[in-house]
């Protein structure tokens, strides 16, 4: 009656277990596991291969929106940062010497800044590997009430 059963105790309560299927998951493995994923979003903010996409997290204020940016590795000095036309321009390089020679990365990303803001008034800071952009709320407009004459 056992072997009537086609996932008996023989071969496992699955169908996929068993050596063969190991063996594949251990290639796939091998030839996967060293790919970047797509929705990797740790690591080097600049990677070996010379590009990494580090997208904004937004955070919104009272008084504010505030996107931050994980750059680990990389140094204040090399972080640009351009605004303009609703738009924010991020862009940085890295250099590095070794006994091997001279490697230089570099990184650029633009995104748009959320509507109601005072781009004229933005602001960066950088602490901890963490790149902090800030713009300010613009000043609400309340409607008034005009007499006609």
Do not use: C
């Amino acid at each position: 009656m056992r072997y009537l059963s086609p996932f008996n105790s023989r071969y496992g309560m699955t169908p996929f277990s068993g050596s063969s299927f190991t063996n594949f998951e251990k290639e796939l493995e091998k030839v996967f596991g060293s790919l970047p994923s797509l929705f990797d979003v740790g690591g080097d903010w600049i990677s070996d291969s010379g590009s990494r996409s580090a997208r904004p997290n937004w955070f919104e204020h009272d008084d504010a929106f505030v996107a931050r940016v994980e750059a680990p590795g990389v140094e204040p000095k090399d972080v640009s940062i351009e605004v303009g036309d609703n738009m924010v321009r991020l862009s940085a390089e890295r250099k590095s010497k070794s006994k091997e020679g001279e490697s230089s990365m570099s990184y650029s990303q633009s995104f748009s800044i959320p509507d109601g803001v005072d781009a004229d008034k933005a602001g960066a800071e950088f602490e901890d590997g963490v790149l902090s952009i800030t713009f300010p709320k613009a000043e609400v407009v309340t409607p008034r009430k005009i007499e006609v004459k």
